[in-house]
């Protein structure tokens, strides 16, 4: 798959347009909308950082971490087109002193890690230079 095409798959009300993610819900959380009729669309690939931490803890199971513990830092990133926030992991490698609120990132993939020879790939948000 070319990363270029690579995008997070949302729920978009068909009545009222707003945007969830994950998707697949049962019911519009808009409370001035009563629709139960969504899409599965394509978020944007780019947005905001928001805020921003590091977890210094290794989260526990089903997540696989790396033994000793790697801290990752966390972004929440503001999608503009879609007006809404989504929690993600920042590139591996990058770190709270490498961003801060207002820069723009990317959706990249990442191996995850690697079990019986076949990478697990998760998503992650790179800055971008
Ligand atoms: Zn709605």
Not at 42 to 50: D, K
Not at 60 to 88: Q, T
Request: proline share 7%; aromatic share 12%.
């Amino acid at each position: 798959m070319d990363e270029a095409d690579t995008h997070l798959i949302g729920s978009r009300c068909k009545r009222c347009g707003t945007y969830f993610f994950p998707g697949n819900v049962t019911f519009c959380r808009n409370p001035s909308c009563e629709s139960d009729e969504f899409d599965a669309v394509p978020l944007s690939r780019e947005g905001t950082i928001w805020s921003y931490t590091d977890a210094q803890y290794k989260p526990p199971e089903p997540y696989v971490a790396a033994d000793p513990f790697e801290p990752y830092a966390i972004a929440a990133v503001e999608l503009a087109k879609e007006r809404m926030i989504i929690l993600g992991q920042l590139a591996k490698g990058v770190t709270v002193d490498d961003v801060t609120t207002g820069m723009q990132v990317e959706l990249q993939l990442q191996t995850l890690f690697t079990k019986d020879g076949q990478d697990y790939v998760s998503w992650v948000w790179q800055p971008k230079r």
